[in-house]
């Protein structure tokens, strides 16, 4: 397969040449060059003529779309690309993706009912090395473009190269290769910092207030959080690039709580927002269309999973209900922890679920500065609080002191403390969906600090697995199995997390304690891969042996002597992981990297640090392709697999279980055949919830325009 950077070359070339031999100004010239296509039926059969074969060159129309989308980002740099790109525009839109086997085009037109579907192959892309072709299909596509006969219409490329020319209109220097525009480490951060210069003249405290309310105007907000999700163009229409919601809170929090006050703090606002905005509309991350991820083959999977983890530490808060904290740290840790902690450190797990409570009735949607004195009104011992205070608040200007860059996977901090302690004894609460998810990540660090990973781990797996039942007992339902061992020989061997059951239902729960890394967050390379591995993907593995077995058997014999059997009953395999893992999390996300997981295994440097989880990776890789396998075999139509899957963080398991009465109702929660196409768990929910109050139909598309 050539390089993309290659065929950009050859393809500037080949334009040159037929724009040098047939000059080509108006609709005259245009009609003229088309004149020797009158007795074909159309030129656009010509095009097919010229460059479609059955033989796989590793090209397609997608390849044309994709130097088309190439040439018009690189045109902000030579402002001399994009009639080229308008050319390759028109050629793809008179290309098709399939062909009949013959390799001639398959008839457009309504299928007649009762006629069998006609047989279809992929339509592979002449090579450019195929000049004459190519030279041919381009004055086709220039006199098509002087015509105005397909103008180009991808709104992802026209808002990436809009903000790309705002960019670069203030000085800031980037280059392009393989159609993304090149912005290096140095230009990012000395951008986020002229966003922090821009910031500090509004404060801390202001641009956390302006954040936050921008994020509610814009974002729907239930269930005591902010429901961030993909918003998308109607059809192929055009729409700005997104407010970078997370990037900024995470460039505010570093800011001295006051500003300089500057009588053009608004300005400097405005300035920084469009900073940010343009900044990360360049590195291409938003979907403007439904179908983003659809494309994803084994060979993008991994830069496909860096860029839905990236675009939510961009985009989004890491959140969950406030009024959820208490319980989550009770059944975290349980009471045995308590004496060693209050005589380590001076106080406890049960001192931490006191200061979730008191926060709670400070806390609002928006950023909040609270006296001290307010908060152990009430009760709270002073001297408790301020032996706290070290390990729950960030010292005013600490919070995310190396954060330089939203590529740096040590910087962003401030999710690991829920306060920002200011000069006269007063701290700041940022929203209270933000607020819960720090508690516990405060607490727990102060816990493990004399632990060993052994200990850590083993405390994150078995609550991992408390919290889910407790979830579900607090909903009135019990699980059927608990840690269910099971060796079936050659049929296969695994344990049940939990199982829940009724006379209709069998939900599969696989319970998993790994969190979503900082390098995920950022953009590292390889670790949302492996997160996802880790996490979603791991335990629908695993899950997916114990639903071959009971499809292809009839039952699962535990060694206890207990069984579970199918009888005939819907099956729905549920991931829960101690904490959200934004889109990664998302079933849908797993419905479009499906088909690329089938064909996959990974490899690295032999000196990659995290060598071990890639081999775990591939393990489970390959069991999952194995039970796919047999699955298929027993049946059951590759489509039908993730479509079985349910995927939720505790925290929003215990806001989908609300209000359910059967397992029934659980089911179509956690695994309904529709989508808003949003990557939110929670914002999916919504939207379901919203859509069934009002009585409409079931349909897939997206949650606005």
Same mark, same amino acid.
């Given at each position: 397969?050539?390089?993309?950077?290659?065929?950009?070359?050859?393809?500037?070339?080949?334009?040159?040449?037929?724009?040098?031999?047939?000059?080509?100004?108006?609709?005259?010239?245009?009609?003229?060059?088309?004149?020797?296509?009158?007795?074909?039926?159309?030129?656009?059969?010509?095009?097919?003529?010229?460059?479609?074969?059955?033989?796989?060159?590793?090209?397609?129309?997608?390849?044309?779309?994709?130097?088309?989308?190439?040439?018009?980002?690189?045109?902000?740099?030579?402002?001399?690309?994009?009639?080229?790109?308008?050319?390759?525009?028109?050629?793809?839109?008179?290309?098709?993706?399939?062909?009949?086997?013959?390799?001639?085009?398959?008839?457009?037109?309504?299928?007649?009912?009762?006629?069998?579907?006609?047989?279809?192959?992929?339509?592979?892309?002449?090579?450019?090395?195929?000049?004459?072709?190519?030279?041919?299909?381009?004055?086709?596509?220039?006199?098509?473009?002087?015509?105005?006969?397909?103008?180009?219409?991808?709104?992802?490329?026209?808002?990436?190269?809009?903000?790309?020319?705002?960019?670069?209109?203030?000085?800031?220097?980037?280059?392009?290769?393989?159609?993304?525009?090149?912005?290096?480490?140095?230009?990012?951060?000395?951008?986020?910092?002229?966003?922090?210069?821009?910031?500090?003249?509004?404060?801390?405290?202001?641009?956390?207030?302006?954040?936050?309310?921008?994020?509610?105007?814009?974002?729907?907000?239930?269930?005591?959080?902010?429901?961030?999700?993909?918003?998308?163009?109607?059809?192929?229409?055009?729409?700005?690039?997104?407010?970078?919601?997370?990037?900024?809170?995470?460039?505010?929090?570093?800011?001295?709580?006051?500003?300089?006050?500057?009588?053009?703090?608004?300005?400097?606002?405005?300035?920084?927002?469009?900073?940010?905005?343009?900044?990360?509309?360049?590195?291409?991350?938003?979907?403007?269309?439904?179908?983003?991820?659809?494309?994803?083959?084994?060979?993008?999977?991994?830069?496909?999973?860096?860029?839905?983890?990236?675009?939510?530490?961009?985009?989004?808060?890491?959140?969950?209900?406030?009024?959820?904290?208490?319980?989550?740290?009770?059944?975290?840790?349980?009471?045995?922890?308590?004496?060693?902690?209050?005589?380590?450190?001076?106080?406890?797990?049960?001192?931490?679920?006191?200061?979730?409570?008191?926060?709670?009735?400070?806390?609002?949607?928006?950023?909040?500065?609270?006296?001290?004195?307010?908060?152990?009104?009430?009760?709270?011992?002073?001297?408790?609080f301020k032996s706290m205070l070290p390990f729950f608040?960030?010292?005013?200007?600490?919070?995310?002191?190396?954060?330089?860059?939203?590529?740096?996977?040590?910087?962003?901090?401030?999710?690991?403390?829920?306060?920002?302690?200011?000069?006269?004894?007063?701290?700041?609460?940022?929203?209270?969906?933000?607020?819960?998810?720090?508690?516990?990540?405060?607490?727990?660090?102060?816990?493990?600090?004399?632990?060993?990973?052994?200990?850590?781990?083993?405390?994150?797996?078995?609550?991992?697995?408390?919290?889910?039942?407790?979830?579900?007992?607090?909903?009135?339902?019990?699980?059927?199995?608990?840690?269910?061992?099971?060796?079936?020989?050659?049929?296969?061997?695994?344990?049940?997390?939990?199982v829940f059951e009724d006379e209709e239902n069998i939900?599969?729960?696989?319970?998993? +304690?790994?969190? #979503?890394?900082? =390098?995920?967050?950022?953009?590292? %390379?390889? @670790?949302? &891969? $492996? !997160?996802?591995?880790?996490? *979603?993907?791991?335990?629908?593995?695993?899950?997916?042996?114990?639903?071959?077995?009971?499809?292809?058997?009839?039952?699962?014999?535990?060694?206890?002597?207990?069984?579970?059997?199918?009888?005939?009953?819907?099956?729905?395999?549920?991931?829960?992981?101690?904490?959200?893992?934004?889109?990664?999390?998302?079933?849908?996300?797993?419905?479009?990297?499906?088909?690329?997981?089938?064909?996959?295994?990974?490899?690295?440097?032999?000196?990659?640090?995290?060598?071990?989880?890639?081999?775990?990776?591939?393990?489970?890789?390959?069991?999952?392709?194995?039970?796919?396998?047999?699955?298929?075999?027993?049946?059951?139509?590759?489509? +039908?697999?993730? #479509?079985?899957? =349910?995927?939720?963080?505790?925290? %929003?398991? @215990?806001? &989908? $279980? !609300?209000?359910?009465?059967? *397992?029934?109702?659980?089911?179509?929660?956690?695994?309904?055949?529709?989508?808003?196409?949003?990557?939110?768990?929670?914002?999916?929910?919504?939207?379901?919830?919203?859509?069934?109050?009002?009585?409409?139909?079931?349909?897939?598309?997206?949650?606005?325009?």
């Amino acid at each position: 397969m050539q390089d993309l950077d290659d065929q950009v070359q050859k393809l500037r070339a080949i334009y040159l040449d037929s724009a040098t031999t047939v000059p080509m100004k108006d609709e005259a010239a245009a009609n003229k060059a088309l004149e020797a296509y009158q007795s074909l039926q159309h030129a656009p059969d010509r095009l097919f003529d010229l460059l479609i074969v059955l033989e796989n060159t590793d090209q397609t129309v997608g390849t044309v779309r994709s130097l088309a989308n190439h040439f018009f980002l690189a045109n902000v740099l030579d402002n001399v690309s994009e009639p080229i790109a308008e050319a390759l525009n028109n050629i793809a839109a008179c290309l098709p993706g399939i062909a009949q086997p013959d390799g001639t085009r398959i008839p457009s037109g309504p299928v007649q009912p009762g006629a069998s579907p006609s047989p279809q192959v992929t339509a592979f892309v002449k090579a450019l090395d195929n000049e004459s072709a190519w030279l041919e299909a381009m004055l086709i596509g220039r006199a098509f473009t002087v015509l105005k006969r397909f103008p180009f219409s991808n709104a992802r490329t026209k808002a990436v190269a809009d903000a790309a020319t705002r960019i670069k209109r203030f000085g800031y220097a980037f280059s392009i290769r393989s159609g993304r525009y090149q912005i290096s480490p140095e230009v990012i951060e000395n951008i986020v910092g002229q966003i922090w210069k821009c910031l500090q003249r509004v404060g801390s405290l202001n641009a956390l207030s302006n954040i936050m309310r921008v994020a509610l105007e814009t974002q729907d907000y239930a269930y005591e959080q902010i429901l961030f999700g993909r918003k998308y163009a109607g059809g192929l229409g055009y729409r700005p690039p997104g407010l970078p919601i997370g990037l900024l809170y995470n460039i505010a929090v570093k800011l001295p709580a006051l500003g300089s006050n500057e009588r053009n703090a608004r300005s400097f606002w405005d300035k920084a927002v469009c900073l940010a905005r343009d900044l990360v509309a360049m590195l291409d991350l938003e979907s403007y269309s439904q179908f983003a991820f659809l494309g994803l083959n084994a060979e993008t999977l991994e830069d496909g999973l860096r860029e839905v983890a990236h675009y939510d530490h961009c985009f989004s808060l890491r959140q969950w209900h406030l009024s959820f904290t208490p319980q989550f740290l009770t059944i975290f840790f349980g009471e045995s922890f308590d004496g060693d902690m209050k005589q380590r450190l001076g106080w406890n797990v049960a001192d931490a679920i006191e200061l979730a409570q008191v926060l709670k009735a400070h806390a609002a949607p928006g950023t909040q500065v609270v006296p001290i004195s307010r908060l152990v009104e009430t009760g709270f011992d002073l001297g408790i609080f301020k032996s706290m205070l070290p390990f729950f608040a960030h010292k005013e200007g600490e919070a995310n002191k190396h954060y330089r860059s939203p590529f740096g996977a040590a910087g962003p901090d401030v999710i690991f403390k829920p306060l920002i302690l200011l000069k006269g004894n007063s701290v700041v609460l940022p929203a209270a969906s933000v607020l819960g998810p720090a508690l516990f990540e405060a607490t727990f660090a102060a816990w493990r600090t004399n632990k060993t990973d052994q200990e850590i781990a083993r405390l994150r797996g078995d609550a991992a697995e408390r919290l889910t039942k407790y979830i579900f007992t607090k909903h009135d339902f019990q699980p059927s199995f608990e840690s269910a061992i099971y060796d079936l020989g050659e049929q296969g061997a695994g344990e049940c997390d939990l199982v829940f059951e009724d006379e209709e239902n069998i939900i599969l729960v696989e319970c998993k +304690a790994k969190a #979503l890394t900082r =390098g995920a967050m950022t953009g590292m %390379q390889g @670790d949302a &891969l $492996l !997160d996802f591995a880790g996490g *979603l993907f791991a335990s629908q593995a695993q899950a997916l042996r114990h639903e071959r077995i009971l499809r292809s058997v009839g039952a699962i014999h535990f060694r206890d002597g207990t069984s579970l059997e199918l009888r005939d009953r819907h099956i729905t395999r549920l991931t829960v992981t101690l904490l959200d893992h934004g889109a990664l999390q998302d079933r849908w996300m797993l419905r479009n990297v499906y088909n690329a997981l089938l064909s996959a295994q990974f490899t690295c440097d032999p000196g990659y640090t995290k060598k071990k989880q890639v081999e775990e990776f591939n393990t489970h890789l390959r069991l999952f392709q194995k039970e796919t396998r047999l699955l298929e075999a027993t049946g059951q139509h590759i489509n +039908a697999h993730p #479509l079985n899957a =349910g995927s939720a963080s505790v925290a %929003q398991l @215990d806001v &989908l $279980l !609300d209000s359910v009465q059967s *397992l029934t109702e659980v089911r179509t929660r956690l695994s309904a055949r529709m989508t808003f196409s949003t990557f939110n768990v929670l914002l999916e929910h919504f939207h379901q919830q919203k859509m069934r109050s009002q009585g409409q139909p079931s349909y897939v598309g997206n949650s606005r325009s």
